[in-house]
């Protein structure tokens, strides 16, 4: 699943934030730690899980030609979105 680099990207914002607080604000270790547990690290893996789960769940996820993602199925059909008529010929995503 692509979706995995979300939460590449999302610990990267965090470990940003951690240098952020700790070099600019010059929070402390302990105050640090309290802030890692409850945000720095569940944020990116609960979104991250959350969004693969329900993408997964709700039958999202299709070739999107070089990776599995969340794309139309089959690939080249015109998505509801992209027609004038607001009609789609896509099976599902």
């Given at each position: 699943f692509e979706q995995v680099g979300l939460a590449a990207v999302m610990y990267n914002a965090s470990l940003s934030m951690y240098y952020l607080l700790r070099i600019?604000?010059?929070?402390?270790?302990?105050?640090l730690i309290k802030t890692e547990r409850w945000a720095l690290h569940p944020i990116p893996?609960?979104?991250?899980?959350?969004?693969?789960?329900?993408?997964?769940?709700?039958?999202?996820?299709?070739?999107?030609?070089?990776?599995?993602?969340?794309a139309p199925f089959p690939q080249g059909c015109t998505e509801s979105w992209r027609s004038s008529d607001g009609e789609s010929d896509c099976i599902r995503g």
């Open positions: 600019r604000f010059g929070w402390n270790a302990s105050k893996i609960v979104c991250t899980l959350t969004t693969m789960i329900a993408s997964l769940a709700l039958g999202l996820f299709n070739s999107g030609l070089f990776d599995c993602w969340i």
